[in-house]
């Protein structure tokens, strides 16, 4: 009989280190992983695990030895790239970013991972020709989707007041857009099943906000009774909830949400995130109600992890790449992803569909995502990798995409959570008017 194959030492080192961090045990951890790399020194996964520990910690300049580390010993990989990148930046260190992306250009010049590096560090330090460049390269060769170098150097211009050659880019970006996503589109017509042809009779709840902007937290607090205390956290206690369909929303059992992975296999759970669509729309098995966590960054970075139809059709690595952060400043092209989604198939599964989204302004928004990585990732993050006066626009831009985009559903019931001023505040979406504090 033949004897497992035993796992790779390196592992044993590496999640010793990782299971440290987690409880913020650094100095160990910074041992352990210390240890591991005396005995397989410069092993990839082992550098890359060293970084996190130090970032954990919160010693980037160490961090940053260790992905020199992974460039010098492995330089046809991508990791270490993206580790300087991101230690220098934190740094304040942009010039030095620059020089790290070309020195990976120069192993790896039409890898499309690494030209999209190479762009938005270029952005990153305010220089947005090498982004055109390197975008024009990227069309010159072909690589990946049309559509996401056109986007990509309109914004570009934009940055550069050159308004003319931003506008004709813009144009030629909307054209391949739609050319590419024009068969994933559903008809005008009344939602119907595309599988049995009758009318469906089942419900979904859409629950949507930017990343740290509390969904979850609120759908944990299911019930009436754990409502109150969330409404009520640091704030004066709110009296009942709303007679809407925010009632309807509300009014029903707690449902764990601790683990989205598992729903599709537990038929008693019926809440599911955006990039579980693709599974569900194969399962065949829906419930009468459902309820969608929709994060309304990642729905508008991440877009073709949620509208599965261009993985099976196109081969474009491109595809599947996140849009910039400076890319989400467009409304138009916002609106075009976001009515990409909306007009996916599996909408058609819903008779009635219920919208609420969850508002909380730029600042107070970036507090809380920046706390939830704190305590999650032992690392500082940001809710755009911007300047703060460009984070709060791309903030403002996502929520008035989403608002002016929704009314396409025609949904049942369309609502609003607004924190304002201390206070949560509700509001039925009757009219433009109601969310024009987005832009303010």
């Not at 729903?263 to 599911?272: A, C, G, T």
């Not at 909306?342 to 919208?355: A, G, H, M, P």
């Amino acid at each position: 009989m033949k004897t497992p194959d035993k796992p790779p030492l390196s592992n044993g080192y590496g999640r010793a280190a990782q299971d440290l961090v987690a409880l913020k045990q650094f100095q160990e951890a910074q041992t352990k992983i210390q240890a591991g790399l005396e005995k397989i020194p410069n092993q990839i996964n082992l550098l890359t695990i060293a970084t996190d520990v130090y970032r954990a910690s919160g010693d980037r300049e160490k961090s940053l030895e260790y992905s020199e580390l992974l460039i010098t010993h492995h330089p046809d990989k991508l990791t270490g790239y993206i580790r300087a990148v991101q230690d220098l930046t934190k740094l304040k260190r942009l010039d030095e970013a620059v020089v790290v992306v070309n020195r990976g250009l120069g192993e790896m010049p039409y890898d499309i991972d690494m030209i999209i590096l190479g762009s938005n560090t270029y952005r990153q330090a305010d220089k947005p020709k090498g982004s055109i460049n390197l975008c024009q390269i990227a069309l010159q060769n072909g690589l990946g989707n049309r559509w996401y170098w056109l986007e990509r150097i309109s914004n570009d211009y934009t940055q550069l007041d050159a308004s003319n050659e931003s506008e004709k880019y813009r144009k030629q970006f909307e054209k391949n857009f739609f050319q590419a996503t024009q068969s994933t589109w559903r008809t005008s017509e009344p939602r119907k099943s595309s599988e049995d042809q009758i009318t469906p009779d089942k419900t979904l709840f859409i629950l949507a906000g930017c990343s740290g902007s509390g969904k979850s937290t609120l759908l944990k607090a299911f019930s009436e009774k754990h409502l109150e205390v969330f409404f009520a956290q640091g704030r004066e206690p709110i009296e009942g909830l709303p007679t809407s369909h925010l009632k309807q929303f509300f009014d029903r059992p707690e449902i764990s949400i601790d683990d989205w992975s598992t729903n599709l296999d537990d038929p008693s759970k019926n809440i599911y995130s955006t990039h579980q669509i693709p599974q569900l729309k194969e399962s065949g098995c829906l419930q009468k109600e459902v309820i969608l966590h929709v994060d309304l960054r990642d729905l508008i970075k991440q877009h073709f992890y949620i509208s599965d139809a261009l993985k099976t059709q196109s081969s474009h690595q491109s595809d599947r790449s996140p849009r910039g952060d400076l890319d989400l400043l467009s409304n138009t092209a916002n609106r075009m992803i976001i009515n990409l989604f909306l007009n996916d198939t599996f909408l058609e599964n819903f008779s009635d569909i219920y919208v609420t989204t969850l508002f909380f302004e730029f600042d107070e928004n970036q507090k809380r995502y920046e706390k939830r990585c704190l305590s999650q990732l032992n690392i500082r993050h940001n809710l755009f990798e911007l300047p703060p006066k460009l984070a709060k626009q791309a903030h403002s831009s996502i929520y008035y995409s989403w608002l002016e985009e929704i009314s396409s559903l025609q949904p049942t019931g369309n609502s609003l959570i607004i924190e304002k001023n201390k206070c949560y505040i509700f509001e039925e979406m009757r009219n433009k008017n109601t969310y024009a504090f987005v832009n303010n």
